[in-house]
Nanobody, 127 residues
């Protein structure tokens, strides 16, 4: 079992940047494919991006491609979401999620694929 704790959210002006972190407990972090999701008020939770166990593969939803970057440091049990050129429509609670997998090349885009979730961190983009 793994516990996930997000940090780094806050208020930022349009065009600004934030880096979210997700720290995982336990010794098996490198066995987890990780994902970031977000949920805006009144909307369903949506996939933002995912990363393979080693960090060698990533995938993003179209609305954040070229602006957001996912990375991970398995030695630190942490996954990151670097968000640049932020827009008001990026405002949401951001969640990290983990799925243990035996397949090093896999990442996952559906919320139902993930077994573990953090508590979320609020990101607000506003002037």
């Amino acid at each position: 079992q793994v516990q996930l704790v997000e940090s780094g959210g806050g208020l930022v002006q349009p065009g600004g940047s934030l880096r979210l972190s997700c720290a995982a407990s336990g010794r098996t972090f490198s066995r987890y494919a990780m994902g970031w999701f977000r949920q805006a008020p009144g909307k369903e939770r949506e996939f933002v991006g995912g990363i393979t166990r080693s960090g060698g593969g990533t995938h993003y939803t179209d609305s954040v491609k070229g602006r957001f970057t996912i990375s991970r440091d398995n030695a630190k049990n942490t996954v990151y979401l670097q968000m640049n050129s932020l827009k008001p429509e990026d405002t949401a609670v951001y969640y990290c999620a983990g799925h243990m997998t035996d397949f090093s090349g896999n990442l996952y885009t559906r919320a139902n694929d993930y077994d573990y979730w953090g508590q979320g961190t609020q990101v607000t983009v506003s002037s």
